[in-house]
């Protein structure tokens, strides 16, 4: 059974934190994504990364980085968490093979209110 | 105008009916369209893909794709109250580069079936 995996469900922190959201694919994806969710807006892509140490900026990267070292591996990093960082945070993997209609899988999403 | 547009919804409809689900998009060389369902609290799983054009079924989901009017549909016959989820176009955009893994989502569609 194909598995995306995230370290928490649910995560509280405090304004001016260093937050770390870890995310781990057991299917060898090349892609990994990192979204926020939130009501009204749907999901929005704040990066992706196609290979070990290589990533790209999404629709709002600002206030966020992430890291790459191994290819199962995908972390999200709020350097300095502020409140409209409150949000729901979905990982997700897809292969990448020249085909266009891989399936996308999510993990189950973590969310992350900062007091 | 927004790469991926649903309609806006919330919508309601009764058991037992067809439910339609909409979504245009403005990339002429997109290649595929995703149809995602997101149960409340959970994350999205996805239901059909389509890549050509016309009809594609199963079981009670049909997807519907035109390309020359840059339109997608999900129809759902004979609606369940089990069916009452956010449904999320997806589209791969992008013929290449680092982007082609790379899937836009629609702001979602709130759909309700009542008893």
């Known amino acids: 059974d194909v598995k995306v995996t995230q370290s928490s469900r649910y995560l509280v922190k405090r304004t001016g934190e260093k937050v770390f959201l870890e995310c781990v694919q057991d299917?060898?994806?090349?892609?990994m994504f990192w979204y926020r969710q939130d009501p009204g807006l749907g999901l929005r892509l704040i990066y992706f990364?196609?290979?070990?140490?290589?990533?790209e900026k999404g629709d709002i990267p600002e206030g966020y980085s992430v890291s790459r070292e191994k290819k199962e591996r995908f972390s999200l990093i709020l350097e300095s968490a502020s409140t409209n960082q409150t949000s729901m945070y979905l990982c997700a993997s897809r292969r990448l093979d020249g085909l266009a209609y891989n399936e996308q899988f999510f993990g189950p999403g973590t969310r992350l209110t900062v007091l | 105008q927004k790469e991926v547009e649903q309609n806006s919804g919330p919508l309601s409809v009764p058991e037992g009916a067809i439910a339609s689900l909409n979504c245009t998009y403005s990339?002429?060389?997109?290649?595929?369209f995703f149809w995602y369902r997101q149960y409340s609290g959970k994350s999205p799983e996805l239901i059909m893909f389509?890549?050509?054009?016309g009809d594609k079924e199963d079981g009670r989901f049909t997807a519907q794709l035109n390309k020359a009017s840059q339109y997608v549909s999900l129809l759902i016959r004979d609606s369940q109250p089990s069916d009452s989820a956010t449904y999320l176009c997806a589209v791969n955009i992008g013929a290449g580069g680092t982007s082609y893994g790379k899937l836009t989502f629609g702001q979602g569609t709130i759909l309700t079936v009542h008893p």
């Open positions: 990364s196609y290979d070990v140490k290589m990533k």
């Open positions: 389509i890549y050509s054009n």
């Open positions: 990339d002429r060389g997109s290649q595929s």
């Open positions: 299917m060898d994806h090349e892609n």
